[in-house]
């Protein structure tokens, strides 16, 4: 059984940096096909993809948020971690960790609970 | 980045009925494509992928069309737990988008 659990902070100051945890469960990392990312959702809004760590350590970014945004994967301890820097109140968001795979089911099958991020002062 | 437009906003209709919703990519997405459904407090659920094939324990009921750029999801006999937002997105080039959702109510 696939599961994601999202972990951080849920309230961070404008121009702070916001770290966000993914661990997984039930597969591995490096698992050819797989890829683990973060979607967004400001409040009553639409989905929004930030990253994506493929198992081969590919990465993708949004172009609108690329130099703020790092991801990276720890295979051994099945964790996928989101850096945002330099957060703003428009960033308030609920932040989901999502499994996706480039083989059989390639929607997004597996999502995390999400965590509401505010950011206020 | 590939703009996904779904219409309508909002539909109403009435349980037992067909619903329609339509989504639109402002260039071919192939048939890279799925739905979701998303109720409140709740992560979006995956109804179809691949634009035509049902996920793992979804109702016959849902079913998806479409290639390209012009996408359906149709509802027949929509029964209580099927009101919702209904959000398609692509995943034919990234970044991913979604639509802006359709939001799917009791009428």
């Known amino acids: 059984q696939i599961t994601l659990m999202e972990s951080g902070p849920t309230l961070v100051k404008p121009t702070q940096t916001l770290t966000l945890t993914c661990t997984v469960s039930g597969f591995s990392l490096s698992t050819n096909g797989v890829g683990v990312g973060w979607i967004r959702q400001p409040p009553g809004k639409a989905l929004e993809w930030l990253a994506l760590?493929?198992?081969?350590?590919?990465?993708r970014y949004i172009p609108s948020l690329k130099s703020r945004l790092t991801i990276t994967k720890d295979t051994s301890k099945k964790q996928v971690v989101l850096i945002m820097t330099n957060m703003d109140p428009v960033d308030t968001a609920t932040y989901y960790c999502v499994h996706r795979t480039l083989i059989g089911t390639t929607g997004i099958q597996h999502w995390g609970q999400g965590t509401l991020v505010t950011v206020s002062s | 980045e590939i703009v996904m437009t779904q219409s309508p906003a909002t539909l109403s209709v009435s349980p037992g009925e067909r619903a329609t919703l339509s989504c639109r990519a402002s260039q071919s997405v192939s048939s890279n494509l799925a739905w979701y459904h998303q109720k409140p407090g709740q992560a979006p659920r995956l109804l179809i992928y691949?634009?035509?094939t049902r996920a793992t324990g979804i109702p016959a009921r849902f079913s998806g069309s479409g290639s390209g750029t012009e996408f359906t999801l149709t509802i027949t006999s929509l029964q209580s737990e099927d009101f919702a937002i209904y959000y398609c997105?692509?995943?034919?080039?990234?970044?991913?988008?979604f639509g802006q959702g359709t939001k799917l109510e009791i009428k």
């Open positions: 760590n493929y198992w081969d350590d590919d990465k």
């Open positions: 997105q692509q995943y034919n080039l990234w970044p991913y988008t």
């Open positions: 691949g634009a035509s």
